[in-house]
């Protein structure tokens, strides 16, 4: 499994979504003071998670 990095900022599309507010706050106290957006570090979050269900089905297809 691959270890969870903050990311700088990559070239995005821009998609509306909701977050619930202390979701939110932990984010942008995590990224303080790292050269980080909020969308870099939720693009980087969906990259990791997508990556790590593939690791499981394969895992779980033998």
């Known amino acids: ?3 969870f990095q ?3 900022i990559p070239p995005t599309t821009s998609k ?3 977050f619930p507010n202390d979701l939110i ?6 990224i303080r003071g790292k050269g980080c957006t909020f969308t ?3 693009v980087e979050a ?4 997508l990556e790590n269900l593939r690791e ?3 895992e779980a297809g033998g």
């Open 1 to 3: 499994m691959r270890k």
């Open 6 to 8: 903050i990311p700088k």
């Open 16 to 18: 509306s979504i909701r």
């Open 25 to 30: 706050e932990e984010v942008e106290a995590a």
């Open 40 to 42: 870099a570090f939720v």
């Open 46 to 49: 969906v990259r990791v998670a």
């Open 56 to 58: 499981e089905g394969d």
